[in-house]
């Protein structure tokens, strides 16, 4: 198992950033653009996304900001509060063949949590980005990282995803992304 994030393993997975629910987020805004980043590095480094939509007949569709960014065939609904209740969602990261699972999305001790704990115990290496998280509370986002941390996933930053997808400074690549870090 690879202690660092690689862009050749990871699937980048957004979890449940919508029109409804995004508003009512402790410092949601913020969880928002760490994901819009996030996004816009995985698309320049061809790094397979997928974004996750809780019931969005009622909560509403992913962002605006982040569904212009993402292709209608990465968009998953589901009802489970788990995307890995989702046998589409499962399939996608079978296809994928990653086996590093880069997560982030809302809220931290719910949708995002379960979806962590399921992908921990079916094998995958699960990096949780904490400043793309969100909950209503910063109380519940505290413990929803905390119980994801004892089950074994990785809790990092957005530039620490990017860092290490990139490898390495210098690249046509990497003066793509460095806006997105300054």
């Known amino acids: ?8 393993d990871s699937l980048f997975v957004i979890v449940d950033v919508q029109e409804k629910l995004a508003p009512a987020m402790f410092k949601g805004e913020e969880a928002i653009t760490a994901n819009m980043k ?4 995985a698309t320049i480094l061809n790094i397979p996304h997928v974004v996750s939509e809780q019931y969005p007949e009622g909560i509403g569709h ?11 065939q990465n968009v998953i609904k589901k009802m489970n509060f788990s995307c890995m209740e989702e046998p589409s969602f499962v399939k996608t990261i079978e296809l994928s063949g990653a086996r590093q699972i880069v997560l982030s999305g809302m809220e931290t001790h719910v949708c995002v949590l379960q979806t962590v704990l399921d992908l921990v115990e079916a094998g995958y290496q699960v ?4 400043d793309a998280c969100a ?9 929803g990282i905390e119980r994801m941390r004892q089950a074994g996933a990785q809790i990092v ?13 210098g690249t046509d690549n990497f003066k793509k992304i460095l806006p997105l870090i300054k």
């Not at 996030?38 to 590095?41: G, K, T, V």
């Open 157 to 169: 930053c957005a530039e620490m995803v990017m860092f290490e997808w990139l490898g390495v400074s």
């Open 1 to 8: 198992m690879a202690l660092r994030m690689t862009a050749k």
């Open 38 to 41: 996030l996004l816009q590095a």
């Open 62 to 72: 992913t962002v605006t900001e982040l569904a212009k960014h993402v292709a209608s």
């Open 135 to 143: 909950s209503r509370t910063a109380k519940n986002k505290m413990l």
């Open 127 to 130: 990096f949780v980005v904490e």
